[in-house]
Every structure is written in structure tokens, then in C-alpha cells.
């Protein structure tokens, strides 16, 4: 499998970030830790093998980013406004770099996320940070949705258009 990794410079959190890229084409995964969680998680905890079906035959690429909840919701004795503060900036770092370094990457505008435990928790706010940063009266964004599913009472899906 194509596995590659970058570090770059983050203007919105002020330092180095790194994340990983599993495979070469497909539909964007946005890959978001469990909590305290590093970029190579994905790969140390088989993650990558369980979709290695799909990541090798370019149905999807991975993004695996790193998190800096040791900053933000496990900061337990930090300041909660600076807590708080430090997440949005998180979140902007995924929205205007992360997002479109997928979208050049890849050439797509929708983008998959998913996570494990806190990173499960992260990936739905993303979805609606990011929704609510390319709303517009033109329709850039649709509305999030409910749908019933046979597995579940409910899932929540929403459509990036660009």
C-alpha cells in the first residue's frame, strides 16, 4: 500500500502538524484520531489494513491528521476559555488548510471523515464547521439530514457541494 507522510507549517495553530496519506486515488477520508490520538494511529491499530481492499483498488485515499487534544479536552488543569479557543483553531486547521490540500490532492469536493472514540465525536463538527463556513445563499452546502438505517435508529449525513 502507498503510504506517505508530510509535515507542514500551520498558520492557525502556530507549529508543525503532521498527517499521513494511505493510497494514490479515490474518494477523500479524513481520518480523525481517537482522543490524545497521533496521525500514525491509523496505521499502528490495523486501520489501514482493514481498508486496504478499498484504499488499493483507489476507491479512497486516507488523511490521517494528528490531533492536539492534550491541548484542548484533556487539558484538565488549562484555562477553559484558552481549552476552548485552542480547539477552534484546531478546527479552522482542518477546515482552510486541511480541507483544501485534500480537495487539490484529490480533485474532489466532498470529503468522508470518520474517527474512533473522541475522534467519532470530532468528525460530525467538523462536517458542520465546515458546512457552516461554505453555507451560502447560493447553496453552497446543503442541510444536515437524519436517515433511518436498518443497523441503526438513526445516522447523520450531510452533502459538501462546491
Request: include cysteine; charge should be negative; glycine fraction near 8%.
Amino acid at each position: 500500500m502507498d503510504t506517505q507522510y508530510f509535515k507542514h507549517y500551520s498558520p492557525a495553530l502556530g507549529r508543525d502538524m503532521e498527517y499521513m496519506v494511505y493510497g494514490r486515488a479515490g474518494r477523500p477520508v479524513l481520518y480523525i484520531p481517537c482522543q490524545d490520538g497521533r496521525f500514525f494511529d491509523f496505521g499502528d491499530f490495523h486501520m489501514a489494513e482493514t481498508l486496504a481492499p478499498w484504499i488499493e483498488s483507489g476507491q479512497i485515499i486516507v488523511f490521517s491528521v494528528d490531533t492536539i487534544d492534550k491541548e484542548t479536552w484533556s487539558d484538565k488543569g488549562g484555562e477553559p476559555y484558552w481549552r476552548a479557543r485552542r480547539h477552534e483553531l484546531w478546527m479552522d486547521y482542518l477546515i482552510k488548510e486541511m480541507v483544501p490540500l485534500i480537495q487539490e490532492r484529490t480533485e474532489q469536493s466532498g470529503i468522508i471523515s470518520f474517527g474512533c472514540s473522541l475522534g467519532a465525536t470530532h468528525a460530525p463538527f467538523w462536517y458542520l464547521g465546515l458546512w457552516a463556513t461554505r453555507s451560502s445563499p447560493s447553496g453552497g452546502a446543503s442541510s444536515p439530514q437524519r436517515h433511518s438505517t436498518a443497523n441503526s435508529s438513526s445516522s447523520f449525513s450531510l452533502t459538501i457541494r462546491s
